[in-house]
């Protein structure tokens, strides 16, 4: 099988203002290059037309025949429209290494490779000269997919994933990367429990439809830690996010967002020398996150699989 196009998109964390961001909040959030979603095109049988075959969801996708919110088919679907592109006889193989519904962006990331690789294979296979989709391009896409799921996502995670840096984002206005004094490291911990983003973004709504002053009151605290966070990171005092990070944690408990295996996650990590921790995310499941040193990183990696941590893994934020 020759490969014809390949694409590729990273995981992402939010690291502060995950919910507020929904309510005009800035967030501050990262790419995660340790896992991937990965996607390859070649030519299919003549006639068959645009196909997507998912091997870890065991999906495989005919685009002409697809419901119009199946998301694997919509991203092929607006792509094809973005190019102007007539449906090609193409396979499209897309694997990932990002767990699935677990607030690291899997199906953002997933559809970012799909376009990148039609993009991709677009160039290879039709005589246009250098065609490359921006970040801006391939984010307003994965948006237009991650709308059909999740109703009316702030944006963030297909723009972290799209930007592939890390971003300061406020909804609505271009997103503005920003600067790392000094690199940190973060141990994600997957809770193990699916929560899909959409049933708590919309728990919140109704939440804040019911007492709209506490919850902007709410929000307004965490936008304090966003910023203050900012300037703690481009001053190159990550030390002074651990306290930051216990803050947005307990505002995000005040929400509703977090749950018992989450707290106690939260609780194992801090015991065991993390600077700070939060759920990052959609939060009542998917991840932590603990800051960590270079001493306190094995400690921390090994209380969060005690504490029922299904994976841990580290990343670095900043080059
Ligand atoms: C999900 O990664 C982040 C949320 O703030 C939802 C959103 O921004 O659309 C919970």
């Not at 996607?39 to 003549?46: H, K, T, W």
């Not at 997919?145 to 994933?161: M, Q, R």
């Amino acid at each position: 099988m020759m490969i014809i196009g390949k694409g590729r998109a990273p995981g992402k964390v939010i690291l502060f203002g995950e919910h507020a961001v929904v309510y005009g909040r800035p967030a501050l959030a990262a790419p995660v290059t340790q896992v991937a979603a990965e996607a390859v095109v070649a030519q299919g049988p003549r006639g068959a037309g645009l196909t997507v075959w998912a091997e870890d969801l065991g999906r495989q996708v005919a685009v002409r025949d697809a419901s119009p919110d199946d998301p694997l088919a919509a991203a092929a679907r607006l792509t094809l429209a973005h190019l102007g592109l007539a449906e090609p006889d193409w396979r499209v193989t897309v694997r990932s290494t990002i767990p699935i519904a677990s607030g690291m962006g899997s199906g953002a990331a997933v559809s970012a490779a799909i376009i990148r690789a039609l993009a991709d294979a677009t160039n290879t296979q039709y005589p246009i000269p250098h065609l490359s989709l921006s970040p801006d391009a391939v984010s307003a896409l994965v948006y237009e997919v991650e709308k059909l799921h999740h109703g009316a996502p702030s944006g963030v995670d297909n723009t972290v994933i799209a930007y592939e840096q890390p971003v300061y984002f406020v909804r609505g206005q271009p997103p503005q990367p920003f600067a790392i004094g000094r690199p940190f490291m973060l141990a994600i911990a997957d809770s193990g429990i699916a929560s899909p983003t959409r049933i708590t973004v919309g728990e919140v709504r109704r939440a804040w439809e019911q007492a709209p002053a506490r919850f902007e009151a709410l929000f307004d605290r965490i936008a304090a830690i966003v910023e203050a966070a900012r300037s703690a990171i481009a001053a190159g005092e990550p030390e002074d996010l651990g306290a930051l990070m216990d803050q947005n944690h307990a505002l995000l408990q005040e929400i509703g967002v977090s749950c018992a295996e989450l707290d106690a996650l939260a609780t194992a990590a801090r015991a065991a020398g993390a600077l700070g921790a939060k759920l990052s995310g959609g939060g009542r499941g998917g991840n932590l996150i603990a800051l960590v040193g270079p001493k306190t990183m094995d400690p921390v990696v090994t209380a969060l699989r005690k504490a029922g941590a299904l994976s841990v893994i580290t990343t670095q934020v900043g080059a």
